[in-house]
C-alpha cells in the first residue's frame, strides 16, 4: 500500500516553508505558549493535542480574535460530547468575517462567476454595507438571537450577504441549494422552523434556466413558521404577493451592528446527507467555527489577503460554508454558481485561470473527470497563480494526484483534505510545509488528535482503522437541532468508544505520520475477516476507460457466506463482453488482491448519489438485503430515486 511509497511527489521548497504561516506561527507560540521551536509540523502537532488550552489560546492571539468579554478558561469541561470553549467569551463571527473593510475597502472580498465565466467584483465595503443595511431590516422584521433564517439560494453574493447579516443579528443560518426538491429542503428547514426565507426565483444551469417559483410557493405553504419571505430576482421576475424585494432591504447606507454573543452561541445548522432518515441537522457555534476556520484556512491553507480562494461547490455543501470563511482570514473568495461541466469539462479551470485563485478546491471525481476527458489545464489555461489545488468529497485516487502532477504543473502543492458536515472541518489534508505523498494525505490538523483504532480502541499504525478523534475540537456540534436529551448525537459518534469521535471512515495513519482514507466504515466490505475499503475498488476500476462509475457492495448472507458485487455504468460506446468482464478482474487482482475481485460485476443505468455528490452504499446494500425503498432510504437525499428502482427489482429477483 501507499505507506511503502517513500518518494514525495512534491516537496516545498525552502523558502515556501520558511514564509509559510505555520511556520511563522510556530516560531511565535514556542515564544509566548511554550509551543516547540524545533521539530517542524510534527512536533508542533504533538504539542497543540498534546497541550489543547495553550495551543487555542495561541490561535486566537495570532489571529486577533476580538473577545468583547474576556473568557474565564479556554477549555471549561473537556468531556466528549459537551466541551465547554472559552466560557464566558462572547464575540462576533461576521465581526471577524468583515474586518478587512477597515483597511482594504475598495478591494474585491467576493468575485462572483456565472456560467459566462466573467468575474463580477464586491468590495470589502460594499458587502460591509449590504450585510450593515440588511442586518438592519432584520431587526426591523423582529428578528433577535437565536431565530433561524434560512436561504434556498445558488453560489451568489446575495447568500453570503444573507448569512452574514443573520450572524450579526446572532440569528442561525440554514441554507439548501435550489436544485433540491421541494421534500428534501422541507426535511431540513421543517426542523429548525425559520421566520425568514431567503429564495431566488430559479437559477442557471448547464446553460438553461430552471424556474423555482412553484417550489417557493410549496416551501411557503409548508413552513408556516416563516414572517418574511425575501425575494431575490436571479431571473428577472416579479416578487410574488408579500414577500420583500432583495434590493429594498440591502439599499441603505448603514454601519452593520454586531450582536456580542457567548462563545458556544449557534451560528448556522448543517445538515447530514439524510440517505437513511431524517437528516441530522448539525448545530455549531459561533466562536467553535470561528477559531476552528481561522485555524484551517490561516494555518493549513496558508490564505491570507493576497490570496484567491474558490472552492466549486452550492450553499448546500458544508464546503460552501468553508469557503466564505475565507473572509475570515481577509482572502478574496471566488463564488462560482454553474455546471462544474459547463460549457466544457474544463470549466472550473477556466474560472481557476480568469480569477486568478490561489487555491483552488474541487471534487475528487472531477479530477478524474478531466483525466478521463482528456482535459490539459496547465497546457490550456494560464494557471500561474494557482499554488495548491485542493480536493475532497472523497479520496483523491493515486492516479489523480499523478495527473495534476503531470497536467497541472510539477511544482503543485496537491491538498487531499478529509473532514466531515459533522465538523465542517478537515481532520486532516493539506500542510503547507510537508511533502506530499502519492494518495496520501499530508498529516492530520492541528488540534485534532486523528487517530486509527482497532475494534478494541487500540491504535494502529499501517493498518487499517476506524477514524476517531481522542480530543474536542471547537467545531465539533453545540448539539442537534431536536434532539432535547442529546441521545442522537451521542449515538451518531460517541456509541462505539466512549468518549471518544467515531467518524465512519476507514483509514491507515502511516509511519511517516500522512494519512490515508478508505471509504466509509459503516459500508465495510469485509471477507474472510479482512477489512477493505470500497474507494480502492473505485479507483482501480475507474482507471479503465470503459467504466464510467462504479458502485461496490458486501451482503452477509443468511448462511453465512458473503455477496460482493460490482455495479459498473459504462462509458458511451462500451459493452459489458467477457474481455471486458476479464479485465476488470485482472485489473482489481492485480492492482489491490484476489480478495478484492468482486462475485459479480453487473452493469447499472447509473450510480446513485447524495444531493452533495456521494455514491449511496448503505442504501443499495439495504435494498438488496430486502429492505422496501421507501424505509432503505430518504427519497429527498438522492439525486436520482429511479436509479434506485434497478437495484430494488435486483434484490426481488435474487429472492
Known sequence: MSTENPQPLWQPDPQRIARSQVTRFQVWAAEHHGAPADGGYEALHRWSVDE??????????????????????????????????????????????????????????????????????????????????????????????????????????????????????????????????????????????????????????GGKEHDRRETVAELRRELPSLRAVVHIPLLGT???????????????????????????????????SGTTGLPKAIVQSQGGILVEHLKQLGLHCDLGPEDRFFWYTSTGWMM???????????????????????????????????????????????????????????????????????????PLPPDGFRWLHDEVREDLWIASVSGGTDVCSCFAGAVPTLPVHIGELQAPSL?????????????????????????????????????????????????????????????????????????????????????????DIYEAVERLPEIKESLVIGIEQPDGGYWMPLFVQLAPGAVLDQALLDRIKATIRETLSPRHVPDEVIEVPGVPHTLTGKRIEVPVKRLLQGTPLEKAVNPGSIDNLELLHFYEDLARKRA
Not at 474541487?362 to 485542493?390: E, I, N, W
Request: glycine share 8%; hydrophobic share 40%.
Open 447 to 535: 488540534g485534532t488528535d486523528l487517530q486509527s483504532w482497532d475494534p478494541s480502541g487500540q491504535p494502529l499504525i499501517d493498518e487499517v482503522g476506524e477514524l476517531v478523534v481522542t480530543n474536542p475540537m471547537p467545531s465539533m456540534p453545540i448539539r442537534f437541532w431536536n434532539d432535547p436529551d442529546g441521545s442522537r448525537y451521542h449515538d451518531s459518534y460517541f456509541d462505539t468508544y466512549p468518549g471518544v469521535w467515531r467518524h465512519g471512515d476507514w483509514i491507515t495513519v502511516t509511519s511517516r505520520g500522512s494519512v490515508v482514507i478508505h471509504g466509509r466504515s459503516d459500508s465495510t466490505l469485509n471477507r474472510q475477516g479482512v477489512r477493505m475499503g470500497s474507494a
Open 238 to 272: 416579479e416578487a410574488p404577493e408579500g414577500a420583500l424585494e432583495w434590493d429594498a432591504l440591502t439599499s441603505a447606507d448603514t454601519d452593520p451592528v454586531f450582536e456580542q454573543v457567548p462563545f458556544a452561541h449557534p451560528l448556522w445548522v448543517l445538515y447530514s
Open 320 to 394: 460552501w460554508n468553508f469557503l466564505v470563511s475565507g473572509l475570515l482570514t481577509g482572502t478574496t473568495v471566488v463564488l462560482y454558481d454553474g455546471s462544474p461541466g459547463y460549457p466544457d469539462t474544463g470549466a472550473q479551470w477556466r474560472v481557476a485561470e480568469r480569477t486568478g485563485a490561489t487555491l483552488y478546491g474541487t471534487s475528487a471525481a472531477y479530477v478524474m473527470a478531466c483525466r478521463k476527458a482528456d482535459v490539459h489545464p496547465g497546457r490550456d489555461f494560464d494557471l500561474s497563480r494557482v499554488q495548491c489545488v485542493a480536493t475532497t468529497g472523497s
Open 52 to 205: 489543547l488550552e495553550p495551543f487555542w489560546e495561541a490561535v486566537t492571539q495570532w489571529f486577533d480574535v476580538r473577545f468583547s468579554t474576556p473568557y474565564a478558561r479556554v477549555l471549561g469541561d473537556r468531556s466528549m460530547p459537551g466541551a465547554e470553549w472559552f466560557p464566558g467569551a462572547t464575540l462576533n463571527y461576521a465581526e471577524h468575517a468583515l474586518r478587512a473593510a477597515a483597511t482594504r475597502a475598495d478591494e474585491p472580498a467576493l468575485l462572483y462567476v456565472d456560467e459566462t465565466h466573467e468575474p463580477r467584483p464586491v468590495t470589502w465595503s460594499e458587502l460591509r454595507r449590504q450585510v450593515g443595511s440588511l442586518a438592519a431590516e432584520l431587526r426591523a422584521l423582529g428578528l433577535r438571537p437565536g431565530d433561524r433564517v434560512s436561504g434556498y439560494l445558488p453560489n451568489i453574493p446575495q447568500a453570503v450577504v444573507a448569512l452574514l447579516a443573520t450572524a450579526a443579528v446572532g440569528a442561525v443560518w440554514t441554507s439548501c441549494a435550489p436544485d433540491f426538491g421541494a421534500r428534501s429542503v422541507l426535511d431540513r428547514f421543517q426542523q429548525v422552523e425559520p421566520v425568514v426565507l431567503f429564495t431566488v426565483d430559479g437559477y442557471r444551469y
